[in-house]
């Protein structure tokens, strides 16, 4: 069981910065994989950045390559969503989610069975 806590949404004008934290409690092995998704509103679930937690690979979607970061405090078990230069299109729920799946497509939702309980970010022009 793995449980995820995200804080660190809000309102930012466009080009602003906000930076996304989640916290991972867990009393088994670390999950193999820790990322972010989004959902707006009328639209799919999408992956925007997820990390390999046992090595150092990431992925991005296209459309924040450059201005999102995913990074990780393991001391502090968080994981982060550093995100600049903020566009309305970044306007979203943002859910913090974790695979214990080796074989994982890091932007497929359905190989992540634990999620947080999202955190919107809504970004004004």
């Known amino acids: 069981q793995v449980n995820l806590l995200e804080s660190g949404g809000g309102s930012a004008q466009a080009g602003g910065s906000l930076r996304l934290t989640c916290i991972v409690s867990t009393k088994s092995n670390s999950p193999y994989y820790m990322g972010w998704f989004r959902e707006a509103p009328g639209k799919v679930r999408e992956g925007v950045a997820v990390?390999?937690?046992?090595?150092?690979?990431?992925h991005y979607a296209d459309s924040v390559k450059g201005r999102f970061t995913i990074s990780r405090d393991n001391a502090r078990r968080t994981f982060y969503l550093q995100m600049n230069n903020l566009k309305p299109e970044d306007t979203a729920m943002y859910y913090c989610?974790?695979?214990?799946?080796?074989?994982?497509?890091?932007?497929?939702?359905?190989?992540?069975?634990?999620w947080g309980q999202g955190t919107q970010v809504t970004v004004s022009s």
């Open positions: 990390m390999y937690v046992r090595g150092t690979s990431t």
């Open positions: 989610a974790a695979s214990n799946q080796f074989e994982t497509t890091w932007n497929r939702e359905r190989d992540f069975a634990y």
